[in-house]
């Protein structure tokens, strides 16, 4: 069985795709590991049953500066507290409000899992560690209109080993992409 591209290749120019989501994700690569962030910890002299504070300093200036980037936006940090809410209509209806220029939409924030440490003492190797674990931690998306790129949004996690993710559409790409050319 032919593809339609095989079938009409004497009549197409040219073929055009894209991707159809980009997802880049992205951590310190000391921070991204238990093992890392404990060699971290050692070096820096702080003890790993602190970690819960020196990881809370880190969250305190994560919302510090999402807080300092809304004010000077203008715009307002929208909680959403209940589960089943979905963020792609918040964004609808803000963009329906401001329009499709391009620049900050808007700024959401929602408690959403992530990964995370605990402090851990070997009783058998009198050793102590962080280990991996899982919780829940507050989380901001910061949805902007990039000329190129289109809606897209940057998820940013308040919690160690924070795991940056940064979304685009790929359709959004194409369809700001000019395929015109002339004939030679």
């Known amino acids: 069985m032919e593809t339609i591209i095989e079938l ?6 040219g073929v055009v795709s894209c991707y159809d989501r980009l997802i880049i994700t992205g951590s310190l ?71 499709n220029h391009p620049g900050i939409v808007h700024i959401l924030s929602v408690m959403e899992p992530c990964n995370a440490y605990k402090p851990w003492h070997d ?14 931690c507050l989380h901001y998306y910061f949805y902007f209109i990039d000329e190129i790129l289109g809606l897209c949004y940057v998820r940013v996690p308040t919690w160690c080993p924070f795991r940056l993710q940064i979304y685009c559409n790929g359709h959004h790409i194409l369809s700001n992409t000019d395929f015109r050319r002339a004939d030679k």
Request: proline content about 2%; some cysteine; aromatic content about 10%.
């Open 123 to 136: 009783k058998v190797t009198h050793r102590s560690f962080l280990k991996p674990d899982t919780g829940k």
């Open 29 to 99: 690569v000391g921070f991204s590991y238990s093992e890392g962030m404990t060699s971290y910890l050692y070096a820096q002299k702080i003890r790993i049953f602190d970690y819960p504070e020196f990881a809370k300093g880190l969250q305190e200036e994560i919302i510090s500066n999402a807080k300092k980037i809304a004010l000077e936006c203008g715009k307002e940090i929208q909680f959403i507290r209940k589960s089943g809410v979905r963020k792609e209509t918040i964004i609808q209806e803000k963009l329906k409000e401001r329009g």
């Open 8 to 13: 009409y290749k004497d009549k197409i120019k």
